[in-house]
């Protein structure tokens, strides 16, 4: 099953063939043509439980409804190491020009939408694959074993259902093998093609949903004081929910963003309604920081509500945690790879308040979650579309380069240990 790659030493780079980096360009066109919603990806998981059964794996299927996970037994005693990809795509129309792009529709909250990979998870689940099959080729000289986890529904599980890596941990992901370090790759538009951001500690905020129902008295507009107003009320919370950040948490030790989306009450002019619901998100870095915001908030409606004669009921829908990087995982793996991209394609990556399920893994054992960039060179990345605009685009040439990561982290993380 060999890749024909040039290197096997963990010592050395260990590079890819042009065959198989050609292969891993087609498995990501492919997959990109074929878009899947989360929690809907058969397709892509056959693609994925295929190719890694052709390579002599042992293959585990439908964890968390379509997860794929794999184990490459190395010929000589050593640690456990896993390389994680996720494979949904999102209910987005794609608008490039590509001669893949994607034309597909699926269902979202009831209605067709277009579908695509508007996130490059079509490029991290080519990759390991890739990574899978240059790995099986030199499973005489690898020591320990490999775990290649394909997972669902990083972008969220359907409404009414579970999924992602918190469900894949659930239902026994590390029941199969406990790794000892697990790491993973996220395409950036905001990089150059071939630049690797990391960082140690916080990576990645952790993402919860709020809502507030404010439970007032109807009344009519001419006679407010014949009712409790849930408007005013409202506008009392949000402004007061607003000094949370501001004024109550402690910003020098991490991030903070309270935001609210959506206010909704009323129904005409002049009637002053029972209800109005507010809804919104909490961004953080640290998180005992984030279990204190969650009771500053519910205190802050309950209280406000209550001076006013009415009532809030909170419900804080907890999502993803931090994503956070083990610092000493990092500084351990910094030669392998320097030795990838080269020091001078390397940058400290700033926090960033979006948020990735990666972070159930690093809660679990030490992990690594690094940014590689998909911008071509010569086109400033800064005003690249973003990673989930219609008109996302990944230069292909990053495919080597993620790869060979994968590939030379799983190499090297025994001898570093």
Known sequence: MSSGANATSSAQHASISDALEQRVIEWRRDLHQH???????????????DHLRSLGLEVTTDIAHTGVVAILRGAQPGPTVALRADMDALPVQELTDVPFASTATGEYRGREVSVMHACGHDLHVAMLMGAAEHLAGMQEQIAGDIMFIFQPAEEGAPEGEEGGAELMLKEGLFDIAKPDAVFGIHVWSAATTG??????????????????RVLGEQTHGSRPWGGIDPIVVASQIINNVQTIVSRQVNITKAPAVVSFGIVEGGVRNNIIPDEVYLEGTIRNFDMAIRSDIFAKLTNAAEMTAAASGARAEVTIDEGYPVTVNNPDLVTQMLPTTERIVGRENMYEADLVTGAEDFSFYALEVPSMFVFLGITPPGQDPATAPSNHSPYFYADENSLRVGTELLINWALDYPSTR
């Open 195 to 212: 630049h690797i951001g990391y960082r140690q500690g916080p990576l990645m905020a952790s993402s919860d949903r709020f809502e507030i």
């Open 35 to 49: 878009p899947e919603l989360s929690n809907r990806e058969f397709r892509t998981s056959g693609v994925v439980a």
